[in-house]
T-cell receptor
Framework: TQLLEQSPQFLSIQEGENLTVYCNSS?????LQWYRQEPGEGPVLLVT?????EVKKLKRLTFQFGDARKDSSLHITAAQPGDTGLYLC???????????FGAGTTVTVRA | EPEVTQTPSHQVTQMGQEVILHCVPI?????FYWYRQILGQKVEFLVS????????KSEIFDDQFSVERPDGSNFTLKIRSTKLEDSAMYFC????????????FGQGTRLTVV
């Protein structure tokens, strides 16, 4: 079983539509981070959420951390083809010395 | 902007050979990690390193793997006797410290074992 479950696994939408990616766990995390990864490249950090209930906005991207710090979501408004990529959530649990990753959501935005 | 640098970008090696992957973490960071990603699969944790010792390692990180921080700036991953299934992208990451600080990743080394 995965520590962090991401859903959906694949998402294909038309330019201008909205989308939401979910990251869920039964464990509590000290922090959750969202990354975007292009093929053949390393994950690039988008945001870190730390406080339960926290909402962070990055242009058209909105990130939310659940009140219990067990889940997070990424919402993209008016998606553009440039948003295409693999979105990864990752988190630190309080008793871990590693960043655990979800399996990722592949987002395709069609022009 | 400071970044994590990995070399080489691509390494091809014969099965059974030793390889060393190099990483230069961000200079004031204290925590270092190696991850790998087999083509089309998820990013998998290998090992974390702090204060010159391994903090945690995964089941993947067996006796064939070792890490070292030889000179205060480099952080290396050695695979002693490579297997075909070691073929993957290997990512180094560093973190300034603590469980809420961001981890920054290098561009990765693509290891191909033939």
């Amino acid at each position: 079983t995965q520590l962090l479950e991401q859903s959906p696994q694949f998402l294909s939408i038309q330019e201008g539509e909205n989308l939401t990616v979910y990251c869920n766990s039964s464990s509590v995390f000290s922090s959750l981070q969202w990354y975007r990864q292009e093929p053949g490249e390393g994950p690039v950090l988008l945001v870190t959420v730390v406080t339960g209930g926290e909402v962070k906005k990055l242009k058209r991207l909105t990130f939310q951390f659940g009140d219990a710090r067990k889940d997070s979501s990424l919402h993209i408004t008016a998606a553009q083809p440039g948003d295409t990529g693999l979105y990864l959530c990752a988190g630190f649990r309080s008793n871990d010395y590693k960043l655990s990753f979800g399996a990722g959501t592949t987002v395709t935005v069609r022009a | 902007e400071p970044e994590v640098t990995q070399t080489p970008s691509h390494q091809v090696t014969q099965m059974g050979q030793e390889v060393i992957l190099h990483c230069v973490p961000i200079s004031n960071h204290l925590y270092f990690y190696w991850y790998r990603q087999i083509l089309g699969q998820k990013v998998e944790f290998l090992v974390s390193f702090y204060n010159n010792e391994i903090s945690e390692k995964s089941e993947i990180f067996d006796d064939q793997f070792s890490v070292e921080r030889p000179d205060g700036s480099n952080f290396t991953l050695k695979i002693r006797s490579t297997k075909l299934e070691d073929s993957a992208m290997y990512f180094c990451a560093s973190q300034i410290g603590g469980l809420v600080a961001e981890a920054f990743f290098g561009q990765g080394t693509r290891l191909t074992v033939v």
